[in-house]
């Protein structure tokens, strides 16, 4: 439990961006086998299947947006996912991604400014586990939606204590407003289980 306190601690008190990613460089190659053995993490599947439930991924090109070691990137390609392209701004993270072999292109970019891919890109988005205090701010939520064709879906995670200290839902419900994207669901779930904290499962419909 310490050392999952010492990097939680690390992370969520970053004070940059480039202090965060030497954090998550530094720890990319045990990033999975910590994360998903020994703290219990299952968002990552439980993004895909909400995503497969929502729209059927077989054949559909989909943005993974934070993709970071490329956790969610497999269960989208069981599900019969065509072409998966990840983005995240470790290149640590996307070293090991790009070991997984499942995703078409992997490219280096911030989420937190408009991303250089042209809008309608995407049948669908997912951006897992990246929501998060120090991390990506709620307004990427919209630069998603751009990206995804009307009809599509976006999938995302907001850890739960940073749901509440931002705008999150206020934004939702603007995008809902402007007719950009539908709320189809929220839906409060364990995070990581080893800490006992929990996320929103956010579904939106463009």
Known sequence: MGEQVDIHRRILSANSTGELMSVYDNWSEDYDKVLTEQ?????????????DAS???????????????????PCLKNLGAGEIIGIDYSS???????????????????????LDIPSDSFDAATCVGTFTSAHVQPKAVG???RLVRPGGKVVFTVRDDYWKATNFIDLLVDLHKQGLAAIEQIRLEPYILSEGSECRFVVLGV
């Not at 703290?39 to 909400?50: C, E, F, K, R, V």
């Not at 947006?65 to 490329?70: S, Y």
């Not at 997984?100 to 408009?114: A, F, G």
């Open 143 to 145: 630069e998603l939606v």
């Open 39 to 51: 703290w219990g993490y299952n968002s990552p599947q439980m993004a895909a299947d909400l995503l």
């Open 55 to 73: 729209i059927a991924c077989d054949s559909i090109s989909v943005l993974d947006a934070g993709c970071g070691t490329g956790l969610v990137g």
């Open 92 to 114: 640590g993270m996307l070293e090991q991604a790009r070991a997984k072999q499942v995703y078409t292109s992997l490219l280096r970019m911030d989420l937190n400014q408009r």
